[in-house]
């Protein structure tokens, strides 16, 4: 009881909080005047970047104002709890990420993602990259892959943090090929890039905008992206499979979510509106700011990438012998 007075007591200050663009001038397709953008984490973060670019086209689409809400706790896990169990009449929406939806779910730290939440559209991605010094002996992934194989448990590979999506990116990449690494875990990305850049570290794991300045300036070389599609910040870059290095396509996903029992016609239309606003100039470069990748992809295959990134969380704590 204690717990769910101190988050309707969050939930009433993040209503005073929010902010919201002018309703459009436009006549509203939906039975309400304004909808709620839940985000489960504190303000300034990429969730939160992800927020800002998607809302005022949103709401100009849909004729209707949108404010976000911010509610963090429990990794996530606070917000989207509060923001399941309010009313599924659409006009309530939630951020969603690969986090909230797969890691912990896959951790036993929150409900299953399709027992509460219906998915209506993705918006944007942040991939996990390979990365090595630009020193590096290792000048490919194909390098990479044959010493870890030559040398099996003696080439350390780091990633943040521990039971991290990055950590569960390295031992899936490890284990479809068949290579067995050194896993390093840091509390921080910032520790692990100023040991790789340090020469401490020969291989890190991680987001790719902690080693996006790095690469871009010549002192770290990304081996490769784990994504079916390359980064536009470092073209250059192939992705895993382009590298040879099997197909894992895993990260940070952003999307929109509503309660189960949201009905299949709103879902549809906010999944529409979701997609016009991706085609708006004005948002995919306010996503590109915030050094998100944009990517649409509607309810199904949305949901199709959840429970493949669910699987993949699983696999990867199995494979490190953690919790799950």
Not at 117 to 138: G, H, K, M, N
Not at 163 to 171: E, V
Not at 302 to 320: P, Q
Request: charged share 20%; aromatic share 4%.
């Amino acid at each position: 009881m204690k717990r769910l007075v101190c988050l309707l007591s969050a939930l009433a200050f993040a209503l005073c909080a929010c902010r919201a663009p002018q309703p459009s001038d436009s006549a509203a397709p939906l039975p309400f005047s304004e909808i709620s953008l839940t985000v489960p984490f504190a303000a300034g973060g990429s969730a939160d970047a992800a927020a800002q670019a998607l809302s005022p086209a949103l709401a100009e689409t849909l004729g209707v104002s949108v404010s976000i809400w911010y509610l963090e706790g429990g990794d996530g896990a606070d917000g989207t709890a509060v923001a399941a169990s309010v009313p599924a009449d659409g006009s309530a929406l939630l951020l969603t990420t690969t986090g909230t939806t797969a890691l912990l779910p896959a951790r036993g730290q929150a409900r299953e993602f399709a027992e509460t939440l219906r998915p209506v559209a993705e918006l944007a991605e942040i991939p996990t990259v390979l990365c090595v010094p630009a020193e590096s002996e290792f000048a490919s992934l194909s390098d990479l892959i044959g010493a870890m194989r030559a040398q099996p448990g003696e080439i350390a590979i780091g990633s943040s943090p521990l039971g991290g999506l990055d950590h569960i990116a390295a031992a899936c990449f490890c284990e479809e090929n068949g290579v067995l690494p050194l896993h390093v875990a840091y509390e921080d990305a910032r520790l692990g890039m100023i040991d790789l850049l340090g020469g401490s570290l020969p291989v890190f794991c991680t987001a790719y905008p902690n080693a996006a300045a790095a690469a871009l300036d010549g002192r770290v070389r990304v081996l490769c992206v784990f994504s079916d599609e390359r980064i536009p910040i470092l073209p250059d870059a192939p992705t895993v499979s382009e590298a040879g290095g099997g197909a894992l396509d895993f990260g940070i996903r952003y999307g929109l979510s509503l309660p189960r029992a949201a009905d299949d016609e709103t879902a549809a239309l906010l999944g529409r509106a979701v997609e016009k606003a991706l085609g708006e100039e004005r948002v995919l470069r306010s996503l590109s700011d915030g050094l998100l990748v944009p990517r649409y992809r509607d309810a199904a295959a949305y949901a199709e990438r959840i429970g493949s990134d669910r699987r993949l969380c699983e696999a990867g704590l199995s494979l490190l012998g953690l919790p799950g």
